[in-house]
C-alpha cells in the first residue's frame, strides 16, 4: 500500500520561498507521475503542477513563473518550490500520484495528508 | 482552462435516499480515439485529503461501495449515491484530465436532512 509522507515549512513571511517534500513508501516509484495540489476556501482545488519520473514537468499558467517540481528517484521523494510568496497562497498543500493509462495522465489515486501553509509578516 | 461547474453547491438527503450531483464541463472531455471520458470523481471528508471514487467517469475504484455510480458523458456528468449512508457525509468535486492545466469543479456538500 503506497503511503505519501509530506515534509515542510508551515509559516511563512511575504516573499519567502515555500519548500514541501513529499516521500512515497510502498508501492512502485516509476511509472507514475507526481503532482502538488493546493487547497484553500477561496480557490477551491488548484492543480500546481507534476513532476514525471523521468523528471518532465507541466505546471500550471498561472503559478508557472513561481513554482518548480523535482524528483529524486533514488530517495522516492519529489518537491515543490513556490517563490515570492504572498497571503493568496496560504492554502492546504497537498502531494498526491497520478495513475498513468499508457503515456497519459490520469486521476490522482494516492494522496498525502496535507500541509498548511501560512504567510504572515 | 476546462471549468468544470457543479450543481447543487450542497443537499441535504435522508439516510437512505438518493443523492444526485451534477458536473458540466466547459470543454468536450471525451477522447474519441479510445472512446473513454476523462472526468474523475472524488470525496472529501474533513481533514482528510480527497479519496478518488470514480475514473472515467464511471469506473468504481476498489473498495467503492456500489451504491456510488457515476454517469455521463462528453460534457455532462452525474455522481449518484443511491442509498445515502452517514459515512457518506462529505464533500464532492468532479476533476477533469482531459487537459492541463487539470482542474476541479467547486465542490457538492452533501448533508443527511
Known amino acids: 500500500q503506497v503511503q505519501l509522507q509530506q515534509r515542510g515549512a508551515g509559516l511563512l513571511k511575504p516573499s519567502e520561498t515555500l519548500s514541501l517534500t513529499c516521500v512515497v513508501h510502498?508501492?512502485?516509484?516509476?511509472?507514475?507521475?507526481w503532482s502538488w495540489i493546493r487547497q484553500s476556501p477561496g480557490r477551491g482545488l488548484e492543480w500546481i503542477g507534476e513532476?514525471?519520473?523521468?523528471?518532465?514537468?507541466n505546471y500550471n499558467p498561472s503559478l508557472k513563473s513561481r513554482v518548480t517540481i523535482s524528483i529524486d528517484t533514488s530517495k522516492n521523494q519529489f518537491s515543490l518550490n513556490l517563490t515570492s510568496v504572498t497571503a493568496a497562497d496560504a492554502a492546504f498543500y497537498f502531494c498526491?500520484?497520478?495513475?498513468?493509462?499508457?503515456?497519459?495522465?490520469?486521476?490522482?489515486?494516492?494522496w498525502g495528508q496535507g500541509s498548511l501553509v501560512a504567510v504572515s509578516p | 482552462d476546462i471549468v468544470l461547474t457543479q450543481s447543487p453547491d450542497s443537499l441535504a438527503v435522508s439516510l437512505g435516499e438518493r443523492a444526485t450531483i451534477n458536473c458540466k464541463s466547459s470543454?468536450?472531455?471525451?477522447?474519441?480515439?479510445?472512446?473513454?471520458?476523462?472526468l474523475g470523481w472524488y470525496q472529501q471528508k474533513p481533514g482528510q485529503p480527497p479519496k478518488l471514487l470514480i475514473s472515467?467517469?464511471?469506473t468504481r475504484e476498489s473498495g467503492v461501495p456500489d451504491r456510488f455510480s457515476g454517469s455521463g458523458s462528453v460534457t455532462d456528468f452525474t455522481l449518484t449515491i443511491s442509498s445515502l449512508q452517514a459515512e457518506d457525509v462529505a464533500v464532492y468535486y468532479c476533476?477533469?484530465?482531459?487537459?492541463?492545466?487539470?482542474?476541479f469543479g467547486q465542490g457538492t456538500k452533501v448533508e443527511v436532512k
Open positions: 476533476q477533469q484530465y482531459y487537459a492541463t492545466p487539470r482542474t
Open positions: 510502498g508501492g512502485s516509484f516509476s511509472g507514475y507521475c
Open positions: 472515467w467517469a464511471s
Open positions: 513532476v514525471y519520473h523521468n523528471g518532465n514537468t
Open positions: 498526491a500520484r497520478e495513475r498513468m493509462d499508457s503515456t497519459m495522465v490520469t486521476v490522482f489515486d494516492n
Open positions: 470543454h468536450n472531455v471525451l477522447y474519441t480515439s479510445n472512446n473513454k471520458n476523462y
